[in-house]
Nanobody, 128 residues
Framework: QVQLVESGGGSVQAGGSLRLSCANS????????MGWFRQAPGKEREGVAA????????YYADSVKGRFTVSRDNAKNALYLQMNSLKPEDTAMYYC?????????????????????WGQGTQVTVSS
């Protein structure tokens, strides 16, 4: 069955770094667009980053541009999120998600409704 399993979360001080990973199985990973989302307590889930099937195109929420980097390794069915210069406001549960490729995906790369496979999440806590 389809599985997306996040790992790499933890607690870090402001200014620190973490690298999240997402292991994928049960579907043709290389054919799917991938995204990272997060949800802080009491807030709506929001899009963080998205990446094309081949990894050549990436998109970021304004709040993380220049600090986070999304990447993928299709040979390993793996998705990554390198998070640098972390801030307390980055504290959230982070989820990876997959959506089928469509030609105009770049018009709304972080549209959550388009993602149909989701992981269980990994917690990131940034202290000041």
């Amino acid at each position: 069955q389809v599985q997306l399993v996040e790992s790499g979360g933890g607690s870090v001080q402001a200014g620190g770094s973490l690298r999240l990973s997402c292991a994928n199985s049960g579907y043709t990973y290389s054919s799917y667009l991938m995204g990272w989302f997060r949800q802080a307590p009491g807030k709506e889930r929001e899009g963080v980053a998205a990446i094309s099937t081949g990894g050549t195109k990436t998109y970021y929420a304004d709040s993380v541009k220049g600090r986070f980097t999304v990447s993928r390794d299709n040979a390993k069915n793996a998705l990554y999120l390198q998070m640098n210069s972390l801030k307390p406001e980055d504290t959230a549960m982070y989820y990876c998600a997959a959506r089928p490729y469509v030609g105009n995906w770049y018009l709304a790369p972080l549209n959550q409704e388009a993602y149909n496979y989701w992981g269980q999440g990994t917690q990131v806590t940034v202290s000041s």
